[in-house]
């Protein structure tokens, strides 16, 4: 699928190996990729396209630049439209839709890549995507205390559903930034890792994502999402109708697979290896080509003759 080109968002696709991999990078580095409302009008038609682009099988978000992203746009998201309902609504509603609602229910799995500065609204986005990577030196932050607000949107949370009750009350009322080792440390960011090595290890996250099933990620994501906030009883429930959900869309099934790969063929163990996709997808294949091939029965001349007679 072809991809737009857009003014304040970047699509890339990796090529060769790393094929399937797919960035999307806020684009406004003079800004630190404060988010306008132009910008969110396109990350959300952005995310639109993607999520239905076969070549994407994995999403990075990041910024272009030293930064993340800064948090909205002051001048352009608040100020220009404080006067203009219409247009601050449009501008709300593109905000809130990408960063959480088409984020947070992207079909594939998304890798958050924290390059430099990361604050404020940034954080809805930060929290939506799957996993994230910092590098040691990005700079975190909820400046909104300190010039007399509470964090926009749902930022607050955001923070309340990643972090501990602790740090999220911590950050958010103190407003003390912090780089990507407390990041990790407080559980917002998965790793952080140095600055010189950040995009090979996200490359190499992703490409360990690759190897696994699209169905599976898909289905396990969603129901880690959904049972955080259910009974055990309402879990068990949700997971038992997810799982047949699960194996009944899978174009390549995946349980029965894997049985045959390590009880008959031996050629990998389920809690120390990874089943062959490929091999799984060409068998699957094959076998649905093989039940649509309709059985052509010919009868000789003198057989047919003999049954009319």
């Not at 948090?71 to 203009?84: H, I, K, P, S, V």
């Not at 079909?107 to 930060?126: D, E, H, S, W």
């Not at 509470?150 to 955001?158: A, D, F, H, Y």
């Amino acid at each position: 699928m072809a991809t737009k080109d857009f003014k304040n968002v970047i699509i890339e696709k990796e090529k060769g190996a790393n094929k399937g991999i797919t960035w999307l990078i806020l684009n406004r580095p003079e800004k630190r990729n404060a988010m306008s409302p132009e910008l969110h009008f396109e990350m959300s038609e952005a995310l639109d396209i993607l999520a239905e682009d076969d070549d994407t099988k994995i999403l990075i978000l990041t910024g272009a630049g030293k930064a993340f992203s800064a948090g909205q746009d002051l001048a352009l998201y608040f100020r220009a439209n404080q006067n203009d309902e219409k247009n601050r609504n449009r501008a709300q509603k593109a905000s809130h839709a990408w960063r959480w609602t088409k984020l947070v229910n992207f079909p594939k799995p998304t890798i958050a890549m924290v390059n430099g500065y990361c604050f404020g609204g940034a954080f809805t986005q930060l929290c939506a995507c799957d996993f994230a990577i910092a590098s040691n030196t990005a700079t975190f932050g909820l400046s909104e205390v300190n010039w007399g607000i509470i964090p926009g949107g749902i930022v607050s949370w955001n923070v309340a559903d990643v972090l501990s009750y602790r740090d999220a009350l911590y950050y958010a009322v103190t407003g003390d930034p912090f780089d990507g080792k407390m990041a990790e440390k407080i559980r917002l960011v998965n790793y952080a890792v140095p600055a010189a090595k950040l995009k090979s290890e996200t490359l190499k996250l992703a490409k360990k994502l690759l190897t696994k099933s699209p169905n599976a990620m898909r289905y396990t994501k969603e129901a880690i999402r959904a049972v955080r906030k259910m009974s055990v009883n309402e879990a068990d429930d949700y997971l038992t109708v997810k799982n047949q959900a699960c194996k009944m869309t899978d174009k390549i099934p995946g349980r029965d697979e894997g049985m045959r790969q390590f009880l008959d063929e031996k050629s990998y163990r389920p809690g120390l290896g990874q089943l062959d996709l490929k091999k799984a997808a060409q068998r699957s294949k094959a076998a649905a080509a093989s039940a649509s091939t309709p059985t052509v029965r010919i009868r000789s001349k003198k057989k047919a003759a003999a049954k009319k007679g």
